[in-house]
Every structure is written in structure tokens, then in C-alpha cells.
């Protein structure tokens, strides 16, 4: 997750020039963030923007009503994907990411995790971290996110996915999930092992720890093909986590991708992030896309 140190990075990084600028693009809607992010990039199902029907739902839960945004095909069946956003919440650029998921064929539900707390934005999406006030309104919401709390999230999230006429249940479910989503597809895969098919996670942090409810110790329960795409910052600072995930898989005999995205700092895949780096974004988009062809089946 974003701490006090990758902070820092991304400071020194936007000092040097950085590579867009987050408030300017905070002002975008998400039709707007969807132009500008998917101009240029091809799909391989030949599905558009306007070939897709996306919703403000609410997604009943055991501890309330998360105010969430599905997209979906407009025709046909698709395998159901649960998006996980980052420690920012659900905002214009994961609505348009789950856009862009859709038209490559699938029927994507990007959650408010802080649904307990707040209806989405949580905060202005063009507020980061080292905003005044921002910290202190997302760590509360953050730990109420429990091992407990989301694996019950988790299995309230599938359930509404699989009672959607678009969902194809005959097929698997994957899940994304970014920066605190990391751990969050992990236990989705724990709490739904029988439906979740593929889980990939994006700068994800708090993977490998020492308590008795860390993510990693949930691998053996389910047999989810999963993708780890790891900051450069993030493994340097803890070089042991790509190591222990692998052999944690292994020795579950779960089929497990995990790479270190070289010149990464964490939270360089979400369009509207300070550290968005296009080209390993967009690696990672396409194993992401890879992952779920070959194992939502």
C-alpha cells in the first residue's frame, strides 16, 4: 500500500518533472479520462465505448450498500471481473479502466471500498496523499478493511456479479486489484475459490507479512491462475516478497506470473497517477488481458 517512503518517491519523481498533472486530470469525467486512455489502443474483440451499457449500481452488503459502477457488452454473455481500485478509491479513471476491460469482452464491477464510510469520490480525484486531510480520511476507511471484512466484501461482490443477465456463469471470475487491491484479489480467491478463475494484482502491498491472516497464506485455498506485477521501488525495499510468493505457489501448484516492472515506482499503472508509466502499464494491461483469456474458461 502507499506509505510515508513510495510517497516520497513519487514526490522526487514529479520534482523532476513527472509525468502528467494528477489535478488537471482529476477535473476529467470518466468518458473523458476513457478518450484519453483508450485513443490508440486496439482491442482484440472490436468493442467500443458505445457498445457498452455502464451503471451506478448498489451492491447490497452484510454491512451496508457499496456504491459501485458496472460496464458491460451490450449484447451476449461475458465472464464477470471484480475490480479492486487503489487506496483512492473508486474515481473517474478506475471507471474508465473497467470501460476499457468491458470492451475486450468482459462484464467489470469496480467496487468503493470505503463504502462503509463514504459514497465515491471519496476524496477529489485530484488529490493525492501529501494533500492536507487526505491521509487522514483514507487510513480510517483503509483499516476498516479487515482479512474478515474483505473476504466478506468479497463474496457479496460475486454473488450481485453472477445475478447480472451480462455475466456468463458458466465461466470463471477474475479479479484486479491495485496498490491495497493487491491483497484484496488474494482473498477474493480465498473467499470464493470455486468461482474466482484469475487474479491479478498491480503494485500491490502487504502480500507477504508476518500475521496469521497475511494474503500469501491463502494460496494453497485457491486455484486461481494469478499475475503479480511488482513496483521497482516496492521490491527493492522488500526484495524477499517476489521470492516467497513464488514459492508459495509452487508449492500449491497454482500457475503464478510475478515480475518486477523495471523503471516503476509504485502506482504507475492508473491513468490519473502522478508515476503513470504508459509503456509498463500497458505491459502489464496486456499480461493482465493474457491472464484472464487463458484461465476464465
Not at 477529489?124 to 494533500?131: E, S, V
Not at 473476504?151 to 491495485?178: C, L
Not at 527493492?236 to 521470492?243: F, I, L, M
Request: hydrophobic share 40%; net charge negative; charged share 25%.
Amino acid at each position: 500500500m502507499c506509505d510515508e517512503l513510495t510517497e516520497k518517491d513519487n514526490e522526487d519523481f514529479e520534482q523532476k518533472g513527472g509525468t502528467l498533472n494528477r489535478r488537471d486530470f482529476g477535473k476529467l469525467s470518466a468518458a473523458g479520462i476513457f478518450s484519453l486512455y483508450y485513443a490508440g489502443f486496439a482491442n482484440a474483440s472490436g468493442l467500443f465505448k458505445d457498445d457498452l451499457v455502464e451503471t451506478e449500481v448498489e451492491v447490497k452488503m452484510p454491512e451496508g450498500v457499496s456504491d459501485s459502477f458496472f460496464v458491460h457488452p451490450a449484447k451476449g454473455k461475458h465472464p464477470g471481473i471484480l475490480m479492486w481500485p487503489d487506496i483512492r478509491g473508486l474515481r473517474p479513471a478506475f471507471k474508465a479502466m473497467a470501460k476499457r476491460l468491458a470492451a475486450e469482452g468482459y462484464s467489470v464491477l469496480v467496487v468503493n471500498p470505503f463504502y462503509r464510510d463514504a459514497k465515491h469520490p471519496v476524496i477529489d480525484p485530484g488529490k493525492g496523499f501529501r494533500d492536507p486531510g487526505v491521509r487522514e480520511v483514507l487510513i480510517p476507511m483503509y483499516r476498516k478493511l479487515t482479512h474478515e471484512a474483505s473476504m466478506s466484501d468479497a463474496r457479496a461482490y460475486i454473488k450481485f456479479i453472477d445475478q447480472q443477465d451480462s455475466v456468463d456463469t458458466s465461466r470463471g471470475i477474475g479479479t484486479a486489484g491495485y496498490c491495497m487491491g493487491g491483497p484484496l484479489i488474494m482473498r477474493t480467491a480465498g473467499a470464493v475459490p470455486e468461482r474466482v478463475g484469475a487474479a491479478a494484482s498491480f503494485h500491490g502491498g502487504g502480500l507477504v507479512t508476518e500475521r496469521e491472516d497475511s494474503p500469501h497464506l491463502l494460496i494453497p485455498k485457491s486455484p486461481a491462475h494469478v499475475l503479480h506485477a511488482i513496483a521497482a521501488n516496492d521490491d527493492e525495499r522488500s526484495p524477499t516478497v517476489k521470492d516467497d510468493l513464488a514459492a508459495a505457489y509452487k508449492a500449491a501448484g497454482v500457475p503464478a506470473e510475478i515480475e518486477v516492472y523495471k523503471d516503476t515506482l509504485h502506482g504507475w499503472c492508473p491513468p490519473d497517477s502522478s508515476v503513470y508509466n504508459q509503456e509498463q502499464a500497458e505491459k502489464a494491461w496486456s499480461r493482465m488481458l493474457n491472464l484472464f483469456k487463458t484461465a476464465l474458461v
